[in-house]
Nanobody
Framework: QVQLVESGGGVVQPGGSLRLSCAAS????????LGWHRQFPGQQREVVAT???????KYAGSVEGRFTISRDSAKSAVYLQMNSLRPEDTAVYYC??????????????WGQGTQVTVSS
C-alpha cells in the first residue's frame, strides 16, 4: 500500500515562505506523476502544481512564479516551495501520486493534507 506523508504546513505572514514536503513509501519508476493540490473550505480540491517522470512541471496560474515543485529522487519525496504567500493561499494542501499514467484507469494516492494559513 502506498503511503504519502506530508509535513511543513503552518502559519506565515503575507509575503513569507513555506516549504511543504511529501514522502512516498515506494520507489518511483515508470511514467509517474507527483503533485500538490489545495482545498479551500467548502470547495473542491484544485491542482496547484504537478511534476511528471519526464521532469515536466505545470502550475496553476495563481501560483506561477511564486511556487516551485521539486523532488528528491533518492528519498521518493516531492516538495512545494511557496514564496510570496498571500492570504488567498490559505488552504489545506494535499500531495498526490499517480504511479502509472500509461494505465487505462489511473490509480491516485493522496496524502493526509497539511494546513497552510497566511495571515498577519
Amino acid at each position: 500500500q502506498v503511503q504519502l506523508v506530508e509535513s511543513g504546513g503552518g502559519v506565515v505572514q503575507p509575503g513569507g515562505s513555506l516549504r511543504l514536503s511529501c514522502a512516498a513509501s515506494v520507489t518511483l519508476f515508470g511514467r509517474w506523476l507527483l503533485g500538490w493540490h489545495r482545498q479551500f473550505p467548502g470547495q473542491q480540491r484544485e491542482v496547484v502544481a504537478t511534476l511528471q517522470s519526464d521532469n515536466s512541471e505545470k502550475y496553476a496560474g495563481s501560483v506561477e512564479g511564486r511556487f516551485t515543485i521539486s523532488r528528491d529522487s533518492a528519498k521518493s519525496a516531492v516538495y512545494l516551495q511557496m514564496n510570496s504567500l498571500r492570504p488567498e493561499d490559505t488552504a489545506v494542501y494535499y500531495c498526490n501520486y499517480i504511479p502509472d499514467m500509461n494505465a487505462d484507469s489511473w490509480q491516485v494516492y493522496w496524502g493526509q493534507g497539511t494546513q497552510v494559513t497566511v495571515s498577519s
